[in-house]
């Protein structure tokens, strides 16, 4: 039984997408629940509590599956994947060939359009993009993370400058910068 169908259509960017309508209950869906846009039901699931909400898009060969959700006025497209607990917030991109796994979160203004890489540690989750670098909820660019004063990060959130200063050289490795 499908969970959705494609209700009313808009054209985007020369793109015809289709709001979807939920016909089954599930996870934090209603019957009749309106959600986001998609252009195609290869776009999201239709046997997992995968779900687009608000304004978002998914478009292209993109796909969202899982527990994956994309909300806000996010847009996934091009062959870019949502799996998993992976979550896309905001006004945030991801495109090409990128894939956001595992319980990754990808929000605000993020662009990615590769593979992130999530890991998680004692304390967050690590998310690495092309240009972002997301630790727990925190989102900045790489250039960012490496102005950040030790007082700005003990900021952040108890015990963080502790954790950053073990876990800064490692990561900063991960994404090629070795002097740091």
């Known amino acids: 039984m499908s969970k959705y169908k494609l209700g009313e259509a808009k054209e985007v960017n020369g793109v015809t997408l289709f709001r979807v309508v939920a016909l089954i209950a599930f996870s934090d869906v209603n019957i009749g629940g309106v959600g ?10 239709q046997t997992d509590d995968a779900w687009v909400w608000d304004d978002a898009q998914v478009s292209g060969n993109a796909q969202v599956s899982g527990n994956a959700q994309v909300s806000g ?3 996934v497209s091009g062959n870019a994947q949502v799996l998993g607990n992976a979550q896309v917030l905001g006004n945030a991109q991801v495109s ?9 979160q990808v929000s605000d203004d993020a662009q990615v ?16 993009g092309d240009t972002h670098l997301q630790i727990g909820c925190k989102n900045y ?6 102005k950040f004063t030790d007082d700005e990060i003990t900021k ?25």
Do not use: C
Request: proline content about 1%; charged content about 25%.
């Open 96 to 104: 090409d060939d990128a894939r956001v796994l595992g319980n990754a």
């Open 141 to 146: 660019t790489f250039e960012e993370w490496k």
């Open 73 to 75: 006025n996010a847009q």
């Open 156 to 180: 952040m959130d108890t015990g963080a400058l502790e954790w950053w200063r073990v876990h800064k050289p490692l990561i900063f490795i991960m994404i090629g910068e070795k002097n740091v």
């Open 113 to 128: 359009s590769k593979l992130v890489n999530t890991i998680h540690t004692n304390k967050y989750y690590i998310s690495i």
């Open 36 to 45: 986001g846009w998609i252009e195609n039901e290869s776009n999201l699931s």
